[in-house]
């Protein structure tokens, strides 16, 4: 494109082709669009051009334009795993495709790209199922999948990506590829953990399963127990079967009131549960952590799973937040003394949450058909998040990084893959999630399939000889 008549002559054209609408820079209908998406920390994208996607055939003629026109295509659905501004391309948004299809006879799901796992948990929930969604609904499935997927049933069933059956991809070509275990195996086994760096999906099929009811919620336990906490939890995952899913997020809770009342302003360790088991086994289960100390709140209790979002209580509205993620190999006591100090520092000042999840079980077991997520001996995940007001942005990206540096002796490579935020958006970040061997077959899908790196807005894997 050398001039604007051209690029306004072009995207006429392309226009022309689509069911949905294309939005331009300078009309409010595309300001509108480009301040979407719940992380808003890359709220000033500024895309070439938005297509809201009214079907396959719009996805197919908006990936063949790009790749005539040498123009990076961007993909969006619920703005949660945005990965890099979207300036100069053509981003696609696919929130308006939100087809689901439960098939309780096969115990599967057909879903399409705009989906939220909120809609999912309802349907399967009317055939007494649940999908392997993660602690929050407002994800979308489709990114949340490609990256893997750790969720609240994931010790007993492996991660999202472990049961997706087959995928419908758009590929750089514009053409519209089955992929499964039978078809295009290599790209099946790339995309279970390569993220959106090889097309864009149409549908995806995955596995549900028998799981109506929880014995689920929160410990909320005072903070200056803490080195308690940590070393009781850290024992107890030792033994727990592989039906007890659990983390423990240390932090200040905002004074807000959204939350509960006795957590307001408080410096809580809050200990998440999933126990996919029964309410009896379940309570001697968690005898061990309840009787550290009085609970400021306790909601652990039997839960349907249609109210699994009440067990983390994340955040539902768009907000500013900044993350930063590793796998730990283990926890043993030299790990929890350095790790102490760096929790503590959030009782009088401002930081990010420190969250750790306990792994194990399916997690660190391959599926029936191998997919790209690394690491599988990992043993916890350690997070740090938090909501950022300009006034805070450098003390918490110094702490997050000291924290990420601090771990470096209990670390299994880069970031966790569900993870990745928009600050590790470097190839180099990448590629240090996964191992050598992952990484290299991984670049080899994408030499066969987009070797002109046309999906390249996204935690990018380039392809060999990639140097813009």
Known sequence: MTNTAETTDDFAALAAELRGPLLLPGTDAYQDETETGFNRILADSRPAAVILADGTADIIAAVRFAARRGIALAVQATGHGVARPADGALL?????????????????????????????????????????????????????????????????????????????????????????????????????????????????????????RLYGGGLFLPGEHIDEILRTWRDWTRTVPDAMQSSIAVMRFPDIDVLPEPVRGRFLAHVRIAFNGSNEEGEELLRPLREIAPAVLDTVADMPYTRVAEINMDPTMPFVYFERSTRIRELDDAAIDTLLPLIKEGVDAVRPGIELRHLGGALGRQPEHPNALPHRETAYTLFAGAPVWPEHIEDVREFQERLIETMEPWRIGGPFLSFISALESTPEHLRSAYDEATYARLVAVKDAYDPQNVFRVNHNIPPTGWSR
């Open 92 to 212: 696609i948004n696919t929130r308006n495709l939100r087809g689901v299809r439960i098939d309780p006879r096969t115990r599967t799901a057909r879903i399409e790209p705009g989906v939220q796992w909120s809609r999912v948990i309802e349907e399967a929930a009317a055939f007494g199922l649940a999908p392997l969604n993660g602690a929050s609904p407002g994800v979308g499935v489709v990114s949340y999948t490609l990256g893997g997927g750790l969720g609240p049933l994931g010790r007993s069933y492996g991660y999202s990506a472990d049961h997706v059956k087959n995928i419908d991809l758009v590929t750089a070509d514009g053409e519209l590829r089955l992929v499964s275990p039978e078809e295009h195996p290599d790209l099946f086994w790339a995309l279970r953990g390569g993220k959106g760096n090889f097309g864009v999906v149409t549908s995806i099929e995955i596995g549900l399963f028998p799981v109506t």
